[in-house]
Protein backbone atom coordinates (compact mmCIF):
# COMPACT_ATOMS: atom_id res chain seq x y z
CA UNK A 1 0.00 0.00 0.00
CA UNK A 2 2.57 2.19 0.63
CA UNK A 3 4.29 1.49 -3.05
CA UNK A 4 0.78 2.66 -4.51
CA UNK A 5 0.76 5.70 -2.56
CA UNK A 6 4.29 6.64 -3.11
CA UNK A 7 3.64 6.08 -7.15
CA UNK A 8 0.61 8.51 -6.34
CA UNK A 9 2.42 10.99 -5.20
CA UNK A 10 5.39 10.41 -7.85
CA UNK A 11 2.45 10.45 -10.70
CA UNK A 12 0.61 13.28 -9.34
CA UNK A 13 3.52 15.59 -8.16
CA UNK A 14 3.30 19.32 -9.34
CA UNK A 15 5.74 20.56 -11.98
CA UNK A 16 8.73 22.97 -10.68
CA UNK A 17 7.45 25.62 -12.58
CA UNK A 18 4.20 26.54 -10.78
CA UNK A 19 3.23 28.46 -14.63
CA UNK A 20 2.96 24.58 -16.27
CA UNK A 21 -0.38 23.13 -15.12
CA UNK A 22 -0.46 20.01 -12.63
CA UNK A 23 -3.42 18.19 -15.09
CA UNK A 24 -1.02 18.29 -18.11
CA UNK A 25 1.60 16.86 -16.47
CA UNK A 26 -0.51 13.93 -15.09
CA UNK A 27 -2.14 13.47 -18.30
CA UNK A 28 1.57 12.90 -19.57
CA UNK A 29 2.83 10.74 -17.06
CA UNK A 30 -0.10 8.37 -17.43
CA UNK A 31 0.77 8.28 -21.23
CA UNK A 32 3.97 8.07 -21.71
CA UNK A 33 3.84 4.86 -18.65
CA UNK A 34 0.55 3.15 -20.55
CA UNK A 35 2.82 3.33 -23.89
CA UNK A 36 5.16 2.01 -21.90
CA UNK A 37 3.48 -0.80 -20.82
CA UNK A 38 2.45 -1.36 -23.70
CA UNK A 39 6.03 -1.30 -25.44
CA UNK A 40 7.01 -3.67 -22.67
CA UNK A 41 4.59 -6.76 -23.32
CA UNK A 42 5.06 -6.30 -26.86
CA UNK A 43 8.84 -6.69 -26.04
CA UNK A 44 7.94 -10.13 -24.02
CA UNK A 45 6.39 -11.25 -26.99
CA UNK A 46 8.77 -10.33 -29.19
CA UNK A 47 11.92 -12.53 -27.05
CA UNK A 48 9.20 -15.26 -26.95
CA UNK A 49 9.01 -15.58 -30.78
CA UNK A 50 12.52 -14.93 -31.09
CA UNK A 51 12.66 -11.45 -32.95
CA UNK A 52 15.48 -9.80 -31.36
CA UNK A 53 15.71 -6.52 -33.58
CA UNK A 54 11.98 -5.71 -32.62
CA UNK A 55 12.73 -6.17 -28.95
CA UNK A 56 16.09 -3.76 -29.40
CA UNK A 57 12.64 -1.42 -31.27
CA UNK A 58 10.62 -2.06 -28.34
CA UNK A 59 13.57 -1.34 -25.83
CA UNK A 60 14.17 2.17 -27.42
CA UNK A 61 11.14 3.59 -27.51
CA UNK A 62 10.59 3.11 -23.69
CA UNK A 63 13.64 4.57 -23.44
CA UNK A 64 12.52 7.63 -24.73
CA UNK A 65 9.04 7.55 -23.10
CA UNK A 66 11.39 7.75 -20.01
CA UNK A 67 13.15 10.50 -20.89
CA UNK A 68 9.94 11.67 -21.71
CA UNK A 69 8.74 11.11 -18.52
CA UNK A 70 11.18 12.46 -17.07
CA UNK A 71 11.01 16.12 -18.42
CA UNK A 72 7.82 16.23 -16.95
CA UNK A 73 9.35 16.83 -13.46
CA UNK A 74 12.08 18.91 -14.90
CA UNK A 75 10.11 21.90 -15.91
CA UNK A 76 10.24 20.74 -19.88
CA UNK A 77 6.52 19.93 -20.55
CA UNK A 78 6.60 21.25 -24.01
CA UNK A 79 9.62 18.82 -24.67
CA UNK A 80 7.38 16.03 -23.28
CA UNK A 81 5.07 16.80 -25.51
CA UNK A 82 6.44 16.68 -28.69
CA UNK A 83 8.46 13.62 -27.67
CA UNK A 84 5.17 11.97 -26.82
CA UNK A 85 3.77 12.62 -29.76
CA UNK A 86 7.06 11.71 -31.80
CA UNK A 87 7.62 8.83 -30.34
CA UNK A 88 3.90 7.28 -30.35
CA UNK A 89 4.03 7.63 -33.76
CA UNK A 90 7.51 6.29 -35.05
CA UNK A 91 6.60 3.08 -33.62
CA UNK A 92 2.74 2.93 -34.44
CA UNK A 93 3.71 3.83 -37.87
CA UNK A 94 6.83 1.26 -37.70
CA UNK A 95 4.82 -0.92 -36.62
CA UNK A 96 1.99 -0.67 -38.77
CA UNK A 97 4.24 -1.04 -41.57
CA UNK A 98 5.69 -4.60 -40.47
CA UNK A 99 2.63 -5.77 -39.31
CA UNK A 100 -0.19 -4.33 -40.34
CA UNK A 101 -3.49 -3.44 -38.71
CA UNK A 102 -3.80 -7.25 -37.35
CA UNK A 103 -2.40 -5.67 -34.11
CA UNK A 104 -4.74 -2.84 -33.82
CA UNK A 105 -1.73 -0.62 -32.72
CA UNK A 106 -3.10 2.40 -35.51
CA UNK A 107 -6.24 3.11 -32.98
CA UNK A 108 -3.08 4.27 -30.31
CA UNK A 109 -3.41 7.24 -32.87
CA UNK A 110 -7.23 7.97 -31.52
CA UNK A 111 -5.80 7.31 -28.29
CA UNK A 112 -3.45 10.31 -28.80
CA UNK A 113 -5.46 12.82 -30.60
CA UNK A 114 -7.78 12.38 -27.19
CA UNK A 115 -4.91 13.53 -24.85
CA UNK A 116 -3.65 16.28 -27.36
CA UNK A 117 -7.18 17.40 -27.51
CA UNK A 118 -7.03 17.73 -23.34
CA UNK A 119 -3.13 19.54 -23.18
CA UNK A 120 -2.74 21.49 -25.99
CA UNK A 121 -3.93 24.36 -25.37
CA UNK A 122 -1.68 26.33 -28.14
CA UNK A 123 -2.02 24.72 -31.25
CA UNK A 124 -4.66 21.89 -30.91
CA UNK A 125 -5.72 21.96 -34.60
CA UNK A 126 -2.42 21.47 -36.29
CA UNK A 127 -1.71 18.94 -33.82
CA UNK A 128 -4.91 17.09 -34.27
CA UNK A 129 -4.68 17.52 -38.45
CA UNK A 130 -1.10 16.09 -38.27
CA UNK A 131 -2.40 12.67 -36.29
CA UNK A 132 -5.51 12.44 -39.32
CA UNK A 133 -3.09 12.72 -41.74
CA UNK A 134 -1.03 10.30 -40.33
CA UNK A 135 -4.05 8.05 -39.82
CA UNK A 136 -5.45 8.62 -43.60
CA UNK A 137 -1.91 7.99 -44.86
CA UNK A 138 -1.69 4.07 -43.15
CA UNK A 139 -5.06 3.35 -44.29
CA UNK A 140 -4.09 4.43 -48.13
CA UNK A 141 -0.76 2.76 -47.24
CA UNK A 142 -2.93 -0.64 -46.45
CA UNK A 143 -4.86 -0.54 -49.67
CA UNK A 144 -1.52 -0.37 -51.37
CA UNK A 145 0.17 -3.32 -49.50
CA UNK A 146 1.17 -2.67 -46.08
CA UNK A 147 2.33 -4.46 -44.61
CA UNK A 148 5.87 -4.76 -46.39
CA UNK A 149 5.94 -8.37 -44.48
CA UNK A 150 4.05 -11.63 -44.18
CA UNK A 151 1.46 -10.97 -41.12
CA UNK A 152 2.32 -14.50 -40.43
CA UNK A 153 6.04 -13.52 -39.12
CA UNK A 154 4.37 -12.96 -35.48
CA UNK A 155 2.68 -16.17 -35.71
CA UNK A 156 -0.36 -16.77 -32.61
CA UNK A 157 1.45 -13.36 -31.33
CA UNK A 158 -0.88 -11.01 -33.70
CA UNK A 159 -4.08 -11.75 -31.07
CA UNK A 160 -1.96 -10.99 -28.07
CA UNK A 161 -0.72 -7.40 -29.49
CA UNK A 162 -4.10 -6.87 -31.09
CA UNK A 163 -5.61 -7.40 -27.35
CA UNK A 164 -2.75 -5.49 -25.51
CA UNK A 165 -3.71 -2.61 -27.89
CA UNK A 166 -7.20 -2.44 -26.97
CA UNK A 167 -7.17 -2.65 -23.45
CA UNK A 168 -4.02 -0.15 -23.13
CA UNK A 169 -5.76 2.33 -25.48
CA UNK A 170 -8.89 1.88 -23.38
CA UNK A 171 -7.15 2.61 -20.64
CA UNK A 172 -5.69 5.78 -22.20
CA UNK A 173 -8.97 7.00 -23.08
CA UNK A 174 -10.79 6.26 -19.69
CA UNK A 175 -8.31 7.52 -17.53
CA UNK A 176 -7.96 11.26 -20.15
CA UNK A 177 -12.18 11.17 -20.22
CA UNK A 178 -12.60 10.64 -16.36
CA UNK A 179 -9.61 12.84 -15.27
CA UNK A 180 -11.22 15.83 -17.23
CA UNK A 181 -14.30 14.95 -16.91
CA UNK A 182 -14.45 14.64 -13.10
CA UNK A 183 -12.24 18.04 -13.04
CA UNK A 184 -15.36 19.56 -15.09
CA UNK A 185 -17.91 18.37 -12.57
CA UNK A 186 -15.41 19.77 -9.95
CA UNK A 187 -14.93 23.46 -11.75
CA UNK A 188 -18.41 23.41 -12.48
CA UNK A 189 -19.79 22.73 -8.65
CA UNK A 190 -16.86 25.54 -7.41
CA UNK A 191 -18.50 28.12 -10.01
CA UNK A 192 -21.84 27.26 -8.70
CA UNK A 193 -20.62 27.53 -5.16
CA UNK A 194 -18.94 30.85 -6.11
CA UNK A 195 -21.73 31.82 -7.73
CA UNK A 196 -24.16 31.23 -4.62
CA UNK A 197 -21.73 33.02 -2.56
CA UNK A 198 -21.41 35.96 -5.30
CA UNK A 199 -25.14 36.80 -4.82
CA UNK A 200 -25.65 35.84 -1.43
CA UNK A 201 -23.10 38.84 -0.89
CA UNK A 202 -24.49 40.59 -3.10
CA UNK A 203 -27.77 40.80 -1.56
CA UNK A 204 -26.70 40.67 1.94
CA UNK A 205 -25.90 43.70 4.30
CA UNK A 206 -22.42 42.80 5.39
CA UNK A 207 -22.57 44.33 8.94
CA UNK A 208 -26.11 42.94 9.73
CA UNK A 209 -26.26 39.92 7.56
CA UNK A 210 -29.69 40.40 6.94
CA UNK A 211 -30.79 41.43 3.19
CA UNK A 212 -29.86 44.57 1.47
CA UNK A 213 -32.16 47.00 -0.63
CA UNK A 214 -31.08 45.36 -3.29
CA UNK A 215 -32.83 42.19 -2.16
CA UNK A 216 -35.40 42.74 -0.66
CA UNK A 217 -36.93 45.33 -3.77
CA UNK A 218 -35.87 41.99 -6.13
CA UNK A 219 -38.35 39.98 -3.52
CA UNK A 220 -41.00 42.38 -3.73
CA UNK A 221 -41.47 42.09 -7.13
CA UNK A 222 -41.34 38.54 -6.70
CA UNK A 223 -44.67 39.05 -4.49
CA UNK A 224 -45.78 41.22 -6.90
CA UNK A 225 -45.82 38.42 -9.20
CA UNK A 226 -47.46 36.04 -7.09
CA UNK A 227 -50.15 38.36 -6.58
CA UNK A 228 -50.60 38.92 -10.34
CA UNK A 229 -51.18 34.90 -10.86
CA UNK A 230 -53.35 34.70 -7.63
CA UNK A 231 -50.75 32.84 -4.88
CA UNK A 232 -50.93 36.21 -2.41
CA UNK A 233 -53.80 37.80 -1.66
CA UNK A 234 -52.56 40.48 1.26
CA UNK A 235 -48.93 42.50 1.55
CA UNK A 236 -48.17 44.71 4.27
CA UNK A 237 -45.08 46.79 4.27
CA UNK A 238 -43.48 48.76 7.49
CA UNK A 239 -40.28 50.41 8.05
CA UNK A 240 -38.42 50.48 11.41
CA UNK A 241 -36.39 53.04 12.49
CA UNK A 242 -33.76 52.96 16.11
CA UNK A 243 -35.23 56.31 18.27
CA UNK A 244 -31.90 58.15 19.38
CA UNK A 245 -29.57 55.85 17.32
CA UNK A 246 -27.25 59.37 16.70
CA UNK A 247 -27.25 59.38 20.66
CA UNK A 248 -26.02 55.63 21.09
CA UNK A 249 -23.26 56.62 18.57
CA UNK A 250 -22.36 59.81 19.43
CA UNK A 251 -22.29 58.67 23.35
CA UNK A 252 -20.74 54.89 23.17
CA UNK A 253 -18.99 55.21 19.81
CA UNK A 254 -20.17 53.64 16.10
CA UNK A 255 -19.01 49.70 17.25
CA UNK A 256 -21.44 50.12 20.32
CA UNK A 257 -23.94 51.33 17.45
CA UNK A 258 -22.74 48.53 15.17
CA UNK A 259 -23.81 45.94 17.71
CA UNK A 260 -27.12 47.62 18.05
CA UNK A 261 -27.65 46.92 14.40
CA UNK A 262 -26.43 43.71 14.37
CA UNK A 263 -28.64 42.29 17.82
CA UNK A 264 -31.44 43.71 16.35
CA UNK A 265 -30.94 42.26 12.58
CA UNK A 266 -30.42 38.83 14.30
CA UNK A 267 -33.82 39.26 16.43
CA UNK A 268 -35.45 40.39 13.67
CA UNK A 269 -34.55 37.33 11.43
CA UNK A 270 -35.54 34.67 14.00
CA UNK A 271 -38.98 36.48 14.50
CA UNK A 272 -39.42 37.14 11.09
CA UNK A 273 -38.40 33.84 9.68
CA UNK A 274 -41.84 31.94 8.26
CA UNK A 275 -43.77 34.80 7.43
CA UNK A 276 -42.10 37.66 5.91
CA UNK A 277 -39.14 39.17 5.34
CA UNK A 278 -36.67 42.14 6.27
CA UNK A 279 -33.90 43.89 4.81
CA UNK A 280 -31.49 47.07 6.55
CA UNK A 281 -33.14 49.81 4.47
CA UNK A 282 -29.93 52.04 5.19
CA UNK A 283 -28.27 53.59 8.08
CA UNK A 284 -30.72 52.53 11.36
CA UNK A 285 -33.94 51.75 8.91
CA UNK A 286 -35.34 48.03 8.53
CA UNK A 287 -37.87 47.62 5.88
CA UNK A 288 -40.38 44.69 6.97
CA UNK A 289 -42.50 42.69 4.44
CA UNK A 290 -45.73 40.43 5.52
CA UNK A 291 -46.92 37.84 3.00
CA UNK A 292 -50.38 37.59 2.92
CA UNK A 293 -51.15 39.07 5.55
CA UNK A 294 -53.13 42.47 6.11
CA UNK A 295 -52.40 45.43 8.03
CA UNK A 296 -54.18 44.37 10.96
CA UNK A 297 -52.29 40.60 10.85
CA UNK A 298 -48.88 42.81 10.36
CA UNK A 299 -49.40 45.40 13.44
CA UNK A 300 -50.05 42.22 15.67
CA UNK A 301 -46.90 41.05 14.37
CA UNK A 302 -44.72 44.24 14.56
CA UNK A 303 -46.65 44.62 18.53
CA UNK A 304 -44.92 41.01 19.43
CA UNK A 305 -42.07 42.46 17.76
CA UNK A 306 -41.65 45.61 19.29
CA UNK A 307 -42.29 44.48 22.90
CA UNK A 308 -39.23 41.72 22.19
CA UNK A 309 -37.12 45.27 21.34
CA UNK A 310 -37.91 46.71 24.43
CA UNK A 311 -37.37 43.92 26.66
CA UNK A 312 -33.77 43.20 24.45
CA UNK A 313 -30.55 43.78 26.28
CA UNK A 314 -27.35 44.34 23.82
CA UNK A 315 -24.43 43.63 25.71
CA UNK A 316 -21.10 46.51 24.96
CA UNK A 317 -17.99 46.42 26.65
CA UNK A 318 -19.45 45.04 29.89
CA UNK A 319 -22.99 47.60 29.74
CA UNK A 320 -26.23 46.04 28.72
CA UNK A 321 -27.87 48.72 26.27
CA UNK A 322 -31.54 49.07 25.63
CA UNK A 323 -33.19 50.87 22.44
CA UNK A 324 -36.25 51.60 20.89
CA UNK A 325 -37.69 51.83 17.37
CA UNK A 326 -40.65 53.35 15.59
CA UNK A 327 -42.62 51.59 12.93
CA UNK A 328 -44.65 53.13 10.04
CA UNK A 329 -47.10 50.31 8.50
CA UNK A 330 -49.19 50.29 5.52
CA UNK A 331 -50.99 47.42 4.02
CA UNK A 332 -50.34 47.24 0.42
CA UNK A 333 -51.78 48.99 -2.20
CA UNK A 334 -51.75 47.30 -5.37
CA UNK A 335 -52.78 49.89 -7.83
CA UNK A 336 -50.29 52.04 -6.70
CA UNK A 337 -46.05 51.36 -7.45
CA UNK A 338 -43.75 50.10 -5.18
CA UNK A 339 -41.85 52.93 -4.05
CA UNK A 340 -45.23 54.75 -3.49
CA UNK A 341 -46.19 52.23 -1.06
CA UNK A 342 -42.71 52.25 0.41
CA UNK A 343 -43.89 56.35 0.70
CA UNK A 344 -46.55 55.78 2.58
CA UNK A 345 -45.21 53.87 5.54
CA UNK A 346 -42.11 55.81 5.25
CA UNK A 347 -44.26 59.30 5.89
CA UNK A 348 -46.43 57.20 8.73
CA UNK A 349 -42.74 56.45 10.58
CA UNK A 350 -42.47 60.00 10.92
CA UNK A 351 -45.73 60.78 12.13
CA UNK A 352 -44.55 58.26 15.01
CA UNK A 353 -41.56 59.88 15.83
CA UNK A 354 -43.11 63.23 15.80
CA UNK A 355 -45.72 61.41 17.91
CA UNK A 356 -42.95 60.72 20.65
CA UNK A 357 -41.59 57.41 19.21
CA UNK A 358 -41.47 53.65 20.56
CA UNK A 359 -44.89 53.25 18.53
CA UNK A 360 -46.43 51.98 15.65
CA UNK A 361 -48.40 53.80 12.81
CA UNK A 362 -50.77 52.19 10.78
Same mark, same amino acid.
Given at each position: ?11 ? @??? @? ?17 ? $? ?19 ? +? ?9 ? &? ?23 ? *? ?38 ? &? ?5 ? &? ?35 ? *? ?12 ? !?? @? ?5 ? !? ?6 ? /? ?22 ? #? ?12 ? $? ?13 ? *? /? ?9 ? +? ?6 ? !? ?8 ? $? #?? +? ?24 ? #?????? +?? $? ?30 ? !????
Amino acid at each position: MTLITKAKELIF @QEP @QNKNESPKVAVVLRISCLL $FMLYLLFAGIGFAIMKHPYLV +MFAVLFMILYA &YGLYCTYQDKMIPAFFLLNINTLMW *VVMFYVIFGEGTGVQHFIFALILVDLMIDRKYPAVTILIL &YIVRLAL &YFGRINGLPIEPTDMLGGLSPYLYVLSVVLECATVLF *VGIYFTKDAFQMES !RL @QDYNKEL !RRVASTDP /LTKVWNRFRMLEHVEKCLKKFNKS #ELQFLSVAIGDIDF $FKHVNDTYGHECGDE *V /LKALANMFKNE +MHGIGAVA !RWGGEEFLFL $F #EN +MNGDDACTVLSMLQTNINRLDIPYEG #ENHKVT +MT $FGLAEYDFQLSLDENIKIADDKLYKGKEGGRN !RIVY
